[in-house]
């Protein structure tokens, strides 16, 4: 299993910007698929994005399309989130997971990291 922390949450006027971080410790974080999950004030955590082990295909919910870019570095163990464009309704706690991927999308796996506020409000 892989430990996973994440970073770089905080407060951000809509039409703003900033970069989530996960720090991954195992040795087998190159072999896991990555995703990001989000999870609001009363509502179910919802899938954001996720990539490939291999730092190749991508996939995003449509919410998100254009303004989130996912990225990893398998040399840092390290995996990305720039969010550009932020709007109020993504305000969040933000987690990501170390999962795989299947011909139907990204399954979650039991690694979880224990998130990061981002709130987007003028």
């Known amino acids: 299993q892989v430990q996973l922390v994440e970073s770089g949450g905080g407060l951000v006027q809509p039409g703003g910007s900033l970069r989530l971080s996960c720090a991954a410790s195992g040795r087998a974080f190159s072999s896991y698929a990555m995703g990001w999950f989000r999870q609001a004030p009363g509502k179910e955590r919802e899938f954001v994005a996720a990539i490939t082990w291999s730092n190749g295909p991508t996939l995003y919910t449509d919410s998100v399309k254009g303004r989130f870019t996912i990225s990893r570095d398998n040399a840092k163990n390290t995996v990305s989130l720039q969010m550009d464009s932020l709007k109020p309704e993504d305000t969040a706690v933000y987690y990501c997971?170390?999962?795989?991927?299947?011909?139907?999308?990204?399954?979650?796996?039991?690694?979880w990291g224990r998130g990061t506020q981002v709130t987007v409000s003028s």
């Open positions: 997971n170390a999962g795989s991927f299947t011909r139907t999308g990204y399954n979650q796996g039991l690694s």
